[in-house]
């Protein structure tokens, strides 16, 4: 699936296309849940959309985000994450782009008095995998938060603060958050992440020094892990997931 993005829709519009339609911070699912969000007939919410914005293309087709009131026959309100877990790559990603530029109006809100323009909030956040070879045996150093699911484990992360770059917001954040010195920062990718507006993007690092200690209030529980012994971790349709899959394959091969 291949998205071209757009501002202003594309002429001629095309008959159907993807629709990302929310009632409140819900996305609308079709009511089988064994049904896939698929396009339907370009017409399909314009009389009852309240606020809607053209997105792009998805494989040619037209793309738009729109809010509605409720949900009409046929549909079901989905939590955002749930849904875009359920999407493929391309269509997770879009539907990420959308929850972060519905609003009332245009995409930027122009003060009439002044003239400012103001756009969605985008906060850039670090992601580091901190690994180490203990005797020629490579591990993963993984963490967890209060608010994880029971058992779940992930990478180190946090927002750049003002005045940081992404390379010392990643030593301050593992300093902070267990106590470790790291080096070697390796930059792995980025991902939008709409929860609630970050920009994450993700590094591996190599441990330099110290023992974990974990931050109080920030990180439950941490330690390291064997590459073939590890805790449950977030599934690939988070970017923590795939970074953390991806170095376990690559630290395997040597």
């Not at 390291?224 to 977030?234: C, G, Q, S, V």
Request: include cysteine.
């Amino acid at each position: 699936m291949h998205f071209v993005p757009a501002i202003d829709p594309v002429m001629p519009a095309t008959s159907s296309g993807w629709w990302l339609v929310f009632v409140g911070g819900k996305l609308l699912l079709p009511a089988d849940e064994l049904r896939p969000l698929e396009p339907v007939p370009s017409t399909s919410f314009e009389a009852d959309a309240h606020s809607r914005h053209f997105l792009g293309r998805l494989d040619g087709l037209d793309c738009w985000v729109a809010q509605l009131k409720s949900a009409p026959a046929g549909w079901r309100e989905v939590p955002l994450r749930s849904a875009m877990m359920q999407f493929p790559g391309p269509l997770a990603g879009l539907a990420g782009r959308a929850a972060q530029v519905l609003q009332p109006g245009a995409r930027a809100r122009r003060c009439p008095a002044c003239g400012h323009s103001s756009y969605p909030r985008l906060s850039p956040a670090m992601m580091a995998l901190v690994w180490r070879a203990d005797r020629g045996r490579p591990e993963l150093l993984l963490a967890r938060a209060p608010h994880f699911a029971p058992g779940m484990f992930s990478a180190l992360a946090g927002f750049v603060e003002a005045g940081e770059s992404l390379e010392d917001c990643v030593h301050r954040e593992v300093q902070e958050e267990v106590s470790l010195q790291v080096h070697n920062l390796r930059y792995y990718g980025s991902q939008s992440w709409p929860f609630p507006n970050s920009l994450m993007v993700a590094f591996t690092a190599q441990w330099a020094g110290g023992e974990i200690v974990p931050q109080p209030g920030e990180i439950e529980e941490a330690g390291w892990f064997a590459l073939d012994a590890l805790p449950k971790i977030p599934p690939r349709f988070s970017i923590s997931g795939h970074l953390i899959r991806d170095t376990v394959q690559a630290l395997a091969q040597g």
